[in-house]
């Protein structure tokens, strides 16, 4: 990592550990924490009350993401998810009432304060299918093919080498597993420099990458049945998006048509809200069901 890179991280690091260390002092006042500042793009407030209600306060206080990736993960009972950058554990917590206690969530974050946090918030919550790792994104400490969906809320556009976090996203997903972020993007037609100029990178601006680059990077690391869907402006030209992909499965070869089109069994998008045939007259379990799938869900 070049100096300018390790500059960044540390950085980032140091807003992330003031944010953790101004929620827990704000929690010892007779009101409870006060969220983090942020702008309406930002925050708790992306959050469903019904999910808020639920978390300890200082869970909700502590969220600084751009959208609420365990709503569009669409996570089953029993799964096993990742939360990349998991800050004070909102979406780790969110998780594991979604999967179940035969389920299991982990998050991850490089912040000893923001860890601290997560773990007392985890407690308050009474969540006992939830571990918290410390490590980046760029480096995941669990073995490959284990996780079946990786979830993260605007941290991505964070990283100083995001290539290293597609290709440590697709090593821990289980074939057939899937990722499910919100993230920042930028429009294709800005350059970095005009992304610079919108905000700062701890501000996740800066950093975010195009449309295009996005979707090239997802799929320089292996990943099909890309979709990018902005589903608000942070800046001019910038926006929240929500990303979903694949790791295909072990039975597609790399370069046939179904590795190129997301597609498993005769499914395209398989064991995703998006599946469908790709003969257009047979449905979705009979195309499983005449081609043997085992990803009947």
Sequence with gaps: MNEQSSHL??????????????VTEGS????????????ENFGSTLYAAD????LPAEAVAASL??????????LREGERVLDLGSGGGIDVLLSARRVGPT???YGLDMTDEMLALALANAEKAGATNVEFLKGTIEAIPLPADTIDVVISNCVINLSVDKPAVFAETFRVLRPGGRIGVTDVVADDTLTTEQRAERGDYVGCIAGALS???????????GFTGIEITPTHAVAEGMHSAVVRAVKPSTTDEPGSSDAATGACCGVAACCTS??????????????????GCGCQG
């Design 51 to 54: 999910d808020r209600d639920v």
């Design 274 to 291: 998006d599946e469908q045939a790709t003969d257009p007259a047979t449905t979705v379990p009979e195309a499983k069901a005449a081609s």
């Design 9 to 22: 991280r540390e950085t980032v690091r140091r807003r992330y550990a003031a944010a953790a260390v101004q």
């Design 65 to 74: 993401g751009c959208g609420n990736p365990t709503a569009v993960a669409e």
């Design 103 to 105: 389920g299991k969530a």
């Design 211 to 221: 449309f295009t680059e996005y979707r090239e990077g997802l799929e320089a690391a």
């Design 28 to 39: 010892t006042a007779c009101c409870g924490p006060e969220p983090v500042e942020v702008d």
